[in-house]
């Protein structure tokens, strides 16, 4: 069955530090989320993209964040300016039809 | 304001006992509803959904839900858990009127199993 899959598992990045945490949606879907998670917390959503530009955002979502679909496949969440806040899991999701479909996580640590 | 309730933090149940885990939500109208597991260190994996029509759904390793409008909750159960079952599970729903937005999770129910 496709899956979406998203690199690095890990990521650990300095204070101040920009940082872009990629995602392969699959292939013939058409809407992308990212969705992050702090330790022990509930999955927090983020924004939601389709036709290359943002449908939605949450108020997490400021101008420290950026996503990006630079190609046909890739998928991408940049954070410009990364504070000890931003550790989190970040979860990529992509959907044709319900469901969203996640993908395992970056685990974002933010030293 | 829409909101998702999993009443329970952490359930601890004995391997071979049936488990149900609890959600509720608040929103306009019927939304879509989910449930997801999440076992340490995985992503979240879609056990079952409901999005109209028969009111108990049936989803992958045993697991069924039942929606309540009345109650407004959408429970999770399996009749005999294994070991493998232990995990984090978590109840979502989605917007019927908006097909492909966000989705606003509940805060998840740790299942602990004991031999």
């Known amino acids: 069955e496709p899956e979406v899959t998203q690199t690095p598992s890990h990521q650990v990045t300095q204070m101040g530090q920009e940082v872009i945490l990629r995602c392969v949606p699959i292939?013939?879907?058409?809407?992308f989320y990212w969705y992050r998670q702090i330790l022990g917390q509930k999955v927090e959503f983020l924004v939601s993209f389709y036709n290359n530009e943002i449908s939605e955002k949450s108020e997490i979502f400021d101008d420290q964040f950026s996503v990006e679909r630079p190609d046909g496949s890739n998928f991408t969440l940049k954070i410009r300016s990364t504070k000890l806040e931003d550790s989190a899991m970040y979860f990529c999701a992509s959907a044709l039809n319900q469901p969203q479909h996640f993908g395992d996580g970056t685990r974002l640590s933010i030293l | 304001a829409q909101s998702v309730t999993q009443p329970d933090i952490h359930i601890t149940v004995s391997e071979g006992a049936s488990l149900e885990l609890r959600c509720n939500y608040s929103y306009g109208a019927t939304p879509y509803l989910f449930w997801y597991v999440q076992s340490p260190g995985q992503g979240l994996q879609l056990l079952l959904k409901?999005?109209?029509?028969?009111?108990l759904v049936q989803g992958i390793k045993g697991f069924e839900a039942e929606f309540k409008r009345s109650q407004s909750s959408f429970n999770l159960r399996k009749p005999s858990v294994h070991w493998s079952d232990a995990a984090e599970y978590f109840c979502a729903v989605g917007s019927p009127t908006d097909s492909w937005g966000k989705f606003q999770f509940g805060a998840g129910t740790q299942v602990v199993v004991t031999p």
């Open positions: 292939s013939n879907h058409l809407y």
């Open positions: 409901y999005f109209s029509g028969d009111t």
